[in-house]
């Protein structure tokens, strides 16, 4: 059963919380702002602040009086020594209480390697879905509200399965992302009796991929999955392909998934699919409606799991009756899962007075949260298509 520590007295409140002498409850929140997915990151950080400008409005946490106030640091997503460093700034220098973020994979390891974990701050990462991430010696303070890449590799082989493509050739973007989605991508398609023609890794920032490509189209395959960015080489390589006439349909990632690369690609981007962490159910359209006007894209990629990391650490601060880094970290769970009530976008002032009224509370969110564990959340996938010039939802598997 859930353990909830209400504070009782302002006394209370002082002694266990770092930040009680201030108003302000400071939340980092960093994300790639620049490098390959930078296209994505500006919505995905309006989702996280959404959330925290809906506990501001309601007032209530923490008795009242307190604010959470967005941080925001650039993990550059793929440059581990600047993330680390970014991050140091938000533990040491800012003193925020927790963390959204990080995004890519590979920087968020050296985060919570580094950063994080040595000084008891929990980060909960919207967007970091390796395997790897998994297993990390976290101390339980490493949480993530999509799933791993273990799950998408499988999706990816049921989706190819069922439209019949028997070979593919992979590329995939040289860091821990990449070559995780495609080692799990690999494994469950030829389990299921598919055939990888060749599995080569890219480098990002190139201005030239025709090697690449050419490697890619004397392997042969019926169409060319692409793990990559959508910022990055991931585009290069489909354009590229493209332009050479290799491939003309792409299978792709998550980290694909931007509406710039349709506006870069055009028309010949059409017919290719992918998957991405989400959900088609009400707390999703909810969200959506709610950042009509704030993001460009308001289902974009990670957008409602950014808002979702958000509003968990602000509904542990409440669970907890302190902003004490250890009080967070002991109830991101508490309120993540069952039991208590259900609660989903728009409801975080409803959620806060549960929980100060001794209540308890099951965060549903926007992308159905259900966290395993410290590092590990179940979730499901849209499958979509491009189609005149947009992503097209097909299913959620």
């Known amino acids: 059963m859930k353990k909830l520590l209400l504070a009782t007295t302002a006394a209370t409140m002082l002694a266990t919380s770092a930040f009680a002498g201030g108003h302000e409850i400071k939340i980092g929140v960093i994300l790639g702002f620049t ?33 959470l106030v967005s941080v925001r640091a650039d993990s550059t997503c793929i440059d581990s020594a600047a993330a680390t460093a970014a991050a140091e700034a938000l533990v040491s220098g ?43 010696d976290d101390n339980d303070l490493f949480f993530r509200t999509s799933p791993s890449d273990a799950r998408q590799g499988q999706v990816l082989s049921d989706v190819l399965m069922d439209l019949g493509v028997m070979s593919i050739a992979v590329t995939y973007t040289n860091n821990d992302y990449g070559k995780g989605l495609a080692d799990a991508f690999q494994g469950s398609y030829e389990a299921a009796g598919g055939t990888v023609t060749i599995s080569a890794a890219h480098e990002d920032g190139k201005g030239d991929y025709s090697a690449e490509v050419g490697a890619l189209a004397a392997a042969g395959g019926e169409m060319l999955a692409v793990f990559g960015y959508a910022d990055q080489g991931g585009a290069g390589i489909i354009q590229g392909s493209l332009d050479s006439g290799a491939f003309d349909t792409f299978v792709m990632g998550d980290g694909m998934k931007s509406q710039a690369l349709i506006d870069n690609i055009g028309d010949d981007l059409n017919g290719s699919i992918g998957t991405q962490p989400g959900s088609a159910g009400d707390g999703a359209k909810t969200l959506a409606a709610m950042l009509e006007g704030i993001a460009g894209t308001p289902d974009g990629s990670f957008t409602a799991e950014s808002y979702d990391a958000a509003a968990l650490i602000a509904l542990a601060i409440q669970a907890g009756g302190s902003a004490d ?41 926007a992308s159905d949260v259900e966290l395993i564990g410290p590092g590990e959340a179940a979730g499901s996938y849209q499958e979509y298509v491009v189609e005149d010039g947009a992503f097209k939802v097909l299913r959620i598997r």
């Open 35 to 67: 490098g390959p997915i930078e296209s994505l990151t500006p919505d995905m950080a309006a989702g996280a602040e959404l959330a925290m400008d809906e506990v501001n409005v309601a007032g209530t946490l923490l008795g009242g009086g307190k604010t």
């Open 94 to 136: 800012d003193n925020v209480a927790a963390i959204v973020g990080a995004d890519c994979s590979g920087v968020t390891t050296a985060i919570a390697n580094n950063v994080t974990v040595p000084n008891g701050v929990v980060m909960i990462s919207p967007s970091a879905t390796s395997p790897a991430l998994s297993s990390i």
């Open 325 to 365: 880094r250890a009080s967070i970290a002991a109830n991101v769970l508490n309120v993540a899962n069952a039991p208590g009530e259900q609660i989903f976008p728009g409801e975080l002032a409803k959620a806060l007075q549960i929980l100060a009224d001794g209540g308890e509370v099951d965060y549903q969110g």
